[in-house]
């Protein structure tokens, strides 16, 4: 799968959404485990099954849905 650079991948995804410094910072650091400055996908993958485990695949109807969920509810966890 291509590399994708954290920043430039938050960019797309948090685009005319309000998202602290500290908040981006959260979700960069779960995305970038291995410290490269690019996303994980394995990482990425896990932390999307848990959200659709936690709130059932029919509360996420578009991927962009998804995505965006799953930063929500891991952010609720910090």
Known sequence: ?????INHFLDDIFTGVYVTEK???M???LLNVD????????EFVFRLKWAIQ???LLYYPTPEALILGTFEFILKQF
């Open 35 to 42: 410290g490269n400055g690019y996303v994980s996908w394995q």
């Open 27 to 29: 979700i960069r650091n």
């Open 1 to 5: 799968m291509e590399e994708i650079p």
């Open 54 to 56: 936690q709130k059932g």
């Open 23 to 25: 908040q981006r910072e």
